[in-house]
């Protein structure tokens, strides 16, 4: 089992910039792929971008593409996703979450989730 505790959301406003992290611990080693999804009020849990392990390989949804950048730091077990000109739309409780499955996007590939963190966005 791996475990996963994120931190970095907080409230900005619209074009600002965050950087949240997520600092993994336990059986690291058997994730090949590092997520992060998102969850708004009243709708269903979303990927947001993912990252391959083995390759450094990114993925991103459509709308965070050329916003947000998901990076990884091996040494320390932590993946970053930096946000730049947020939109109030992209307010929503922020997950990190650890696979096996390489590229994926489905919640439900995904066996390992931190606690999330909100990231509120005012216009």
């Known amino acids: 089992q791996v475990q996963l505790v994120e931190s970095g959301g907080g409230l900005v406003q619209a074009g600002d910039s965050l950087r949240l992290s997520c600092a993994a611990s336990?059986?690291?080693?058997?994730?090949?792929?590092m997520g992060w999804f998102r969850q708004a009020p009243g709708k269903e849990r979303e990927f947001v971008a993912g990252?391959?392990?083995?390759?450094?390989?990114?993925y991103y949804a459509n709308s965070v593409r050329g916003r947000f950048t998901i990076s990884g730091d091996n040494a320390k077990n932590t993946v970053y996703l930096q946000m730049n000109s947020l939109k109030p739309e992209d307010t929503a409780v922020y997950y990190c979450?650890?696979?096996?499955?390489?590229?994926?996007?489905?919640?439900?590939?995904?066996?390992?989730w931190g606690q999330g963190t909100q990231v509120t966005v005012s216009s």
């Open positions: 990252i391959n392990w083995s390759d450094g390989g990114t």
């Open positions: 336990g059986r690291t080693f058997s994730s090949n792929v």
């Open positions: 979450a650890a696979s096996v499955k390489l590229g994926s996007t489905r919640p439900r590939d995904f066996g390992s």
